[in-house]
């Protein structure tokens, strides 16, 4: 309401063709946003003469990001850029760098981004060495309780499926027979049974694997422990993060329910190691070690002819 507000108030601009470009739930701090994205095309299309923002920081809260924008691409483009609530028009500056004080305006949307994300972040990691859970989804067999908040009860229907993949992997069965088994037995994959949405692009929720059942059997979950700090974030407002080696994960014992004992739990996880389909034979040298310059991933080793290579 404000900006279209501003445009009727202006001559020039209420005339022209408007399109909206947002990026609800995506943080400032990065330029890789869905809306961000597709306004840039358009810029680079020639399509877009005028920008109009509330605020700088509803454009980006990166302060390097923004002034590249600002004193470089935007102009070069001919686009005009307007930040109604902090009263910028770059038409007013000529091509001219940015004022003194919009400058600093940039640099303090930055910095409260980044202390916002180490505030998260320090709540975050009180909340789980406090012992409440704060994750989104649940393993299967348990739910979120209704009555305590972040906590996390035994759900019975779910718990009996999870415990029936114990029994059968104790009984030596590897994990693709019991994945045929519950198949064959009509029983619901995780995603079914709660009513969520599949993640399949064709709509269905497809069948139990022998990927499913282990990832089940490898579960710490289930024998009480809830642990945290698997990853890290690359940087404030990246939705991607970087892994964390299973050794420094925070764990908290005793957390929750278990669903099975220790000894259950250990009997199947290491019969499901023996009937395991990894390659057994010794990885490249170089399999951990080369990571991609873009997005800071590891590389992939894959053999091929006439000669092995690396990929992402």
């Known amino acids: 309401m404000l900006l279209h507000s501003y445009i009727e108030q202006d001559e020039e601009l209420k005339h022209l063709v408007r399109q909206e470009f947002c990026d609800d739930g995506w943080?400032?701090?990065?330029?890789?946003?869905?809306?961000?994205?597709?306004?840039?095309?358009?810029?680079?299309?020639?399509?877009?003469?005028?920008?109009?923002?509330?605020?700088?920081?509803?454009?980006?809260?990166?302060?390097?990001?923004?002034?590249?924008?600002?004193?470089?691409?935007?102009?070069?483009?001919?686009?005009?850029?307007?930040a109604v609530a902090d009263h910028y028009d770059s038409r007013e500056h000529s091509g001219n760098t940015i004022e003194l004080d919009t400058a600093f305006k940039t640099l303090l949307y930055d910095l409260y981004s980044?202390?916002?994300?180490?505030?998260?972040?320090a709540s975050f990691e009180n909340k789980c060495a406090s012992g409440e859970y704060v994750f989104g989804q649940v393993p299967l067999g348990y739910e979120k309780s209704r009555d305590r908040k972040n906590e996390v009860i035994v759900n019975e229907k779910e718990a009996a499926v999870v415990r029936g993949i114990f029994?059968?992997?104790?009984?030596?069965?590897?994990?693709?027979?019991?994945?045929?088994i519950l198949h064959e037995n009509g029983v619901p994959l995780a995603r079914q049974m709660r009513n969520l949405k599949p993640m399949r692009g064709d709509g269905s929720y497809g069948t139990w694997s022998g990927k499913n059942v282990r990832r089940i059997l490898k579960n710490r979950f289930y024998i009480g422990e809830m642990?945290?700090?698997?990853?890290?974030?690359?940087?404030v407002g990246s939705r991607k993060g970087k892994?964390?080696?299973?050794?420094?994960?925070?764990?908290?014992?005793?957390?929750?329910?278990?669903?099975?004992?220790?000894?259950?739990?250990?009997?199947?996880?290491?019969?499901?190691?023996?009937?395991?389909?990894?390659?057994?034979?010794?990885?490249?040298?170089?399999?951990?070690?080369?990571?991609?310059?873009?997005?800071?991933?590891?590389?992939?080793?894959?053999?091929?002819?006439?000669?092995?290579?690396y990929r992402r």
């Open 27 to 82: 943080s400032g701090s990065s330029m890789d946003r869905p809306g961000m994205n597709s306004l840039l095309e358009e810029v680079k299309k020639n399509r877009i003469s005028c920008i109009i923002v509330k605020d700088l920081s509803r454009f980006s809260r990166d302060y390097i990001e923004l002034g590249t924008y600002l004193n470089q691409i935007l102009p070069f483009m001919g686009v005009r850029f307007i």
């Open 114 to 121: 980044k202390d916002l994300s180490v505030k998260i972040k």
């Open 227 to 235: 642990s945290y700090g698997k990853s890290v974030q690359e940087h």
């Open 167 to 180: 029994s059968m992997a104790c009984q030596g069965k590897s994990c693709v027979e019991i994945a045929r």
């Open 243 to 309: 892994k964390v080696r299973e050794e420094y994960w925070k764990v908290i014992p005793c957390h929750h329910e278990p669903l099975v004992t220790q000894e259950e739990f250990e009997r199947a996880s290491c019969h499901g190691e023996r009937h395991s389909t990894a390659r057994k034979n010794d990885k490249h040298p170089l399999v951990g070690k080369l990571y991609c310059g873009g997005c800071g991933y590891a590389m992939v080793y894959k053999p091929a002819r006439p000669y092995n290579k």
